[in-house]
């Protein structure tokens, strides 16, 4: 998992974008050769959604357009991430294969006329996907063009059909052995949910009442594990042919079909795709979230923002342009995190079509344009970046982040409605953001001893072998922070008994939950030391721990809230509601502090960030974004490779890349 040979043939970092030529005509294509090259592209993803042309009968390729635009791709100088087209089966194929359609969780089949209409468990879906990737490798494994493989787009799509029904089966035989244990692990002695053959089980499909939130959470398992076997399908029909790195791009925001550390194991490199969903000093901390993730699937090793958008920002229910500057600020932020490049969806706006109105590195206005402007800035900014592909960002910090607990809460039936999973692990990450501090995410099972201080925002699932990892790893001398309803069932959904959270994390934590209070909408409690929680609060004994602040009202006045616990040669800390953002970054201050982890350029003013890139020979570079519409003075002057010369500040909305001694 590595960009390494990718970096090596690019020359420096990637740059550019999805490259759609069977969109337009040749006049078209001779002006993108010169853009591009004016631009400075050195990367073009090619074939993402050409199902149809590539194969327009069933067996029947056509590879005469493909070959065109990869040797007329390679004679400008521009490399090809080489995209197998299984993302869209052409209508050619659904009404040859209904059986492969996609069927909602309600019974609905849907049909083509979008795009990912296929279910990844139908056998003549996968056989056609398979000898796409196939044909496509025996015919460019070898091509000079090519420098790396873009497996499908984004998996991401569910189904519930038959199909599905039978690999679920097989799967739940595999992890579950026998149908006895599957009706102990799903508790289906509740509801009278007994099965007594395997025929009777089914995927969650839409019914009466709650689901069985065992039987959602294998299902979300399967669907990742089955998801991944896709991948690694074409992956592997690839890899026969071709010697050149294979990815599949990752989508990184608020929902998750997939375990994308799994993924990060399978691809050779990381790439996910990043759109932010709030502009300003959001988006840029949304972005290090998505970089930061990004990083960790793959080990800490550089990776790749496969597609952004240049005048994108998803909020709501619109879509917000980018402030000038933004182009250049936005992919520098992906660059800070580690990512080797900056690509986009997609070259040029489409002139129809259902994402006609989606952003472009050539806007629909052409060439003349900010927009074009600023991508041929952004162009020439990673050109002078070269030395830094290959480097990579280091952590002291890590935030646990686990598919089970995500999955796991998104099940029916939780306590309260404000319980959620995502919310919390970017609460922790923005505070951390916010502190200037780099942060890694890690899994609750990894092994956490590089990291002085590590947050478990939202663990609710968590297993024998991880509780006793976060044990192991406080006694060791970390320093730990679990947050309220976490720890509280284990791997197959059942809630620990005798208090909450498992047995060694409330060793390493010195108290016992023994009842919980969720709070009424908009109701808060406050905290002995003046802070607020709201949604949550628990009734937290002490077991070794000290009382860091307590609750002052109601049936918990007096209890513990916020506990310390000294623990072997390390902190367990504990807190049992959910603070209101400013105490809980005051919190997040006070354990960084405690743990001497501080940021990479102190004493910086909010919405100015700073991260720094390591080379495995010792250089190192400091990337600084000024998120904010003030000068941000430096707290020293360095030489910006930027422009190459002596930074001493940085404009408004500025961005410098200081190579330190
Ligand atoms: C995703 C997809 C692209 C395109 C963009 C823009 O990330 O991979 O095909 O749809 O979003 O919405």
Not at 74 to 82: C, P, Q, R, S, T
Not at 120 to 127: C, T
Not at 259 to 269: H, I, Y
Not at 316 to 328: F, N, Q, S, W
Request: hydrophobic fraction near 40%; glycine fraction near 10%; charged fraction near 20%.
């Amino acid at each position: 998992m590595t960009t390494r040979r990718l970096v090596r043939r690019l020359g420096g970092l990637a740059f550019g974008g999805d490259y759609n030529p069977e969109q337009w005509d040749k006049s078209v294509w001779e002006e993108d050769d010169e853009l591009m090259r004016r631009a400075g592209v050195n990367l073009a993803t090619v074939g993402v959604f050409s199902w149809a042309l590539l194969e327009p009968k069933e067996g029947h390729f056509d590879f005469g357009w493909l070959d065109a635009h990869l040797d007329r791709l390679h004679a400008n100088g521009i490399a090809v991430d080489l995209a197998t087209p299984t993302a869209s089966p052409p209508p050619w194929f659904t009404l040859a294969h209904p059986d492969a359609l996609p069927v909602r969780s309600d019974g609905t089949k849907l049909v083509h006329g979008s795009r990912d209409t296929y279910c990844l468990a139908a056998p003549a879906y996968r056989g056609a996907a398979r000898r796409v990737a196939l044909a496509l490798a025996e015919r460019y494994g070898d091509h000079p063009a090519v420098a790396m493989w873009h497996v499908h787009n984004e998996y991401m799509t569910l189904c519930w059909c038959d199909h599905v029904a039978a690999s679920f089966r097989v799967w739940l035989h595999t992890r579950h052995g026998s149908l006895d244990a599957l009706n102990e692990a799903w508790g289906t002695a509740f509801w009278s949910q007994h099965y007594t053959s395997w025929d009777q089980v089914l995927p969650p499909r839409a019914t009466q009442w709650h689901h069985n939130p065992a039987q959602a959470l294998d299902f979300s398992r399967f669907w990742s594990d089955e998801a991944l076997a896709a991948y690694v399908d074409q992956r592997d029909a690839i890899r026969a042919h071709s010697d050149r790195p294979v990815t599949t791009n990752l989508m990184v925001p608020g929902y998750q079909n997939l375990d994308l550390w799994a993924f990060g194991r399978e691809v050779d490199v990381v790439t996910i795709d990043h759109y932010p969903i709030a502009p300003g000093v959001d988006a840029a901390a949304d972005t290090a979230f998505g970089g930061d993730r990004a990083r960790s699937f793959g080990g800490g090793r550089p990776w790749l923002l496969m597609e952004q958008g240049t005048n994108t920002v998803y909020a709501g229910d619109r879509v917000l342009a980018k402030e000038p500057g933004e182009i250049l600020r936005h992919s520098l932020g992906h660059v800070a995190h580690g990512s080797d490049g900056a690509l986009f969806f997609q070259w040029r706006q489409s002139r129809a079509g259902a994402e006609m109105w989606h952003s472009a590195m050539v806007p629909h206005a052409g060439a003349d344009s900010r927009v074009f402007r600023e991508v041929t800035a952004l162009g020439a900014a990673l050109g002078r970046l070269g030395e830094l592909a290959g480097s990579t960002v280091r952590a002291e910090v890590a935030v646990l982040h686990d598919s089970d607990s995500w999955w796991a809460m998104n099940g029916d039936g939780l306590p309260s409605a404000e319980l959620d999973y995502l919310g919390p692990l970017r609460r922790a990450h923005r505070a951390l953001w916010d502190a200037g501090v780099t942060t890694d995410f890690a899994r609750p099972d990894d092994d956490l001893s590089r990291y002085r201080l590590v947050l478990a925002p939202a663990l609710f699932l968590l297993s024998d072998a991880s509780a006793e990892n976060l044990r192991r790893y406080v006694a060791g001398g970390g320093t730990l922070l679990v947050q309220h309803f976490s720890g509280v069932v284990d791997a197959r959904l059942h809630a620990r008994l005798g208090g909450y959270p498992a047995a060694p994390l409330r060793a390493a934590l010195g108290i016992r939950v023994d009842e919980y209070r969720p709070l009424g909408s908009g109701e808060q409690v406050v905290l002995s030391d003046g802070s607020h929680g709201t949604v949550w609060s628990e009734s937290v004994r002490l077991d070794g721990a000290e009382a860091v602040a307590t609750y002052t009202g109601g049936m918990l006045a007096g209890g513990a809230a916020l506990t310390r616990h000294r623990f072997g040669d390390g902190h367990g800390w504990y807190l049992s509601t959910r603070l209101d953002d400013a105490n809980y970054a005051v919190l997040v201050d006070r354990l960084l502090a405690g743990t001497g982890v501080g940021p990479d350029l102190p004493d910086l003013p909010f919405g100015v960030e700073a991260v720094t890139r390591h080379a495995e020979d010792g250089r190192r570079w400091l990337i600084v974004l000024n998120h904010t519409a003030d000068v941000m003075p430096l707290p020293a002057p360095g030489h910006d490779l930027l422009t190459d010369t002596t930074a001493h500040e940085l404009p408004p909305g500025g961005c410098v890349v200081l190579s330190l001694p």
